[in-house]
């Protein structure tokens, strides 16, 4: 019953910054995590950071870190990726999508079971 809806992509200038938001319906943040994926044309997806909740443990993937933060507004039910410093190698189709902690691993792109629609991300130089 649970259910992800997206918004906040869009074509920026590298160097730009940019936030990408996911409305959670249908369920608690309670024993769950929640992973933001991307995918550009031709590659593979790939995860680039994970949040568990209760627990404050993250991940970040090594091309992100430093530049990329999630956060989360309890009041809107919202998770939030915050994008600094966008580079044209972060144009992708963004996603945010959640499982419970059991599946594997924070970092391991295993178990996710619900899916946001994806947002358009294109960085020009």
């Known amino acids: 019953q649970v259910s992800l809806v997206q918004s906040g992509g869009g074509p920026v200038q590298a160097g730009d910054s940019l936030r990408l938001s996911c409305a959670v319906s249908?369920?608690?943040?309670?024993?769950?995590?929640m992973g933001w994926f991307r995918q550009a044309p031709g590659k593979e997806r790939e995860i680039v950071a994970a949040?568990?909740?209760?627990?404050?443990?993250?991940y970040y993937a090594d091309s992100v870190k430093g530049r990329f933060t999630v956060s989360r507004d309890n009041a809107k039910n919202t998770v939030y990726l915050q994008m600094n410093s966008l580079q044209p190698g972060d144009t992708a189709v963004y996603y945010c999508?959640?499982?419970?902690?059991?599946?594997?691993?924070?970092?391991?792109?295993?178990?996710?079971?619900?899916w946001g629609q994806g947002t358009q991300v294109t960085v020009s130089s």
């Open positions: 949040i568990r909740w209760n627990s404050g443990t993250w």
């Open positions: 249908g369920g608690t943040f309670n024993g769950h995590q």
């Open positions: 999508a959640t499982r419970t902690y059991y599946s594997g691993a924070i970092y391991e792109d295993v178990g996710y079971s619900v």
